[in-house]
């Protein structure tokens, strides 16, 4: 793992780095979300400081892939709730008759909470059903969604039928943000999304995953890239949902989401912007069935 993920979990309260495995047996779960090649394995890669699937395995063919801090051998979750074994490729793992994989990595991040990393929403080859029987598990979501075309109308349909409850429980990652070259352009994207997603996540962060991945030990690089603010965001925000403080304070990272895109005289640009009417984004044609949220069973 980064040491710059290894000095965020530092900054953890005492009780959060003890053996959690002991300490918070209900730790929370994270789903990544989002659209194909949207980010979210290399995100996994970020947080866990390796590959999080075995190596040759295509993460677009597979069921949600639920891990979790420790070393045992990864095993299957039918539809009928029985396990079964895998091998190390997962080889006839069908993503019609398994709800999810448990995988099993020694990472540092995981002490603090599980990673449901889920398939691309818009693979026009695997049905919805295999991510929605699983999202109700899901504690927090991180949606990546790629800046270059950030937030779609697909995306922005899927989110609506989401349980409420998880609106100010999760952050919306603006992805590969050094495709966009212009300063300018970067703080017009998040003033955007932010205007046509309020009241939909807790926060909106820009950040270039593949940059953190290369910023190595170099802090400048790791902070330029966004994901300084990222991991702290995330940690603050698990925290919060382990000990159930959640609802009882106003995160400091929506603050600092409120300060990257503010109207008026903005610093990254250094000038004067327009600030648009929001936009309605949600399509008229595409409706799906809304999701309700079920008790997790927890393991």
Same mark, same amino acid.
């Given at each position: 793992m980064s040491e710059q993920i290894m000095d965020g979990m530092e900054q953890m309260p005492a009780d959060a780095v003890e053996d959690v495995a002991e300490t918070r047996k209900n730790r929370p779960r994270v789903a990544l979300m989002g659209e194909f090649s949207a980010g979210k394995s290399t995100l996994s890669n970020l947080l866990l400081g390796? &590959?999080? =699937? #075995?190596?040759?395995?295509? *993460?677009?063919? =597979?069921? #949600?892939v639920w891990m979790?801090?420790?070393? $045992?051998? &990864?095993?299957?979750?039918?539809?009928?709730?029985?396990?079964? +074994?895998? +091998? *190390? $490729?997962?080889?006839?793992?069908?993503?019609? +008759?398994?709800?999810?994989i448990r995988l099993f990595h020694a990472a540092k991040f995981l002490q603090n909470c599980d990673l449901i990393d889920m398939p691309g929403i818009s693979d026009p080859n695997m049905d919805a059903a295999v991510w929605q029987r699983v999202i109700g598990e899901a504690d927090i979501v991180i949606w990546c969604s790629h800046a270059t075309q950030a937030w779609r109308q697909s995306e922005a349909a899927v989110w609506s039928t989401m349980p409420p409850e998880l609106y100010h429980k999760s952050l919306l990652l603006l992805t590969r943000m050094d495709r966009i070259l212009s300063e300018r352009d970067r703080a017009r994207v998040v003033k955007r999304v932010q205007s046509e997603t309020k009241g939909l996540f807790r926060a909106v962060l820009p950040v270039s995953l593949i940059q953190a991945l290369d910023s190595r030990d170099n802090p400048d690089l790791w902070q330029q890239s966004g994901a300084d603010v990222l991991v702290k965001s995330l940690i603050e925000l698990t925290d919060e949902v382990a000990s159930g403080s959640i609802g009882r304070r106003v995160s400091r990272m929506t603050r600092v989401s409120e300060t990257l *895109?503010?109207?008026?005289?903005? +610093? &990254? %640009?250094?000038?004067?912007?327009?600030?648009? *009417?929001? $936009? %309605?984004?949600? #399509?008229?044609?595409?409706?799906?069935?809304?999701?309700?949220?079920?008790? #997790?069973?927890?393991?």
């Open positions: 390796r &590959a999080a =699937l #075995p190596v040759n395995v295509t *993460a677009t063919q =597979l069921p #949600p979790s801090f420790g070393d $045992k051998p &990864a095993y299957g979750v039918g539809m009928d709730g029985e396990e079964f +074994d895998v +091998d *190390a $490729k997962f080889n006839g793992v069908s993503v019609h +008759d398994t709800r999810y *895109a503010r109207p008026g005289l903005d +610093d &990254a %640009i250094g000038e004067r912007v327009v600030e648009k *009417a929001p $936009k %309605i984004v949600m #399509p008229t044609r595409v409706r799906p069935r809304p999701l309700v949220s079920r008790p #997790p069973q927890r393991n």
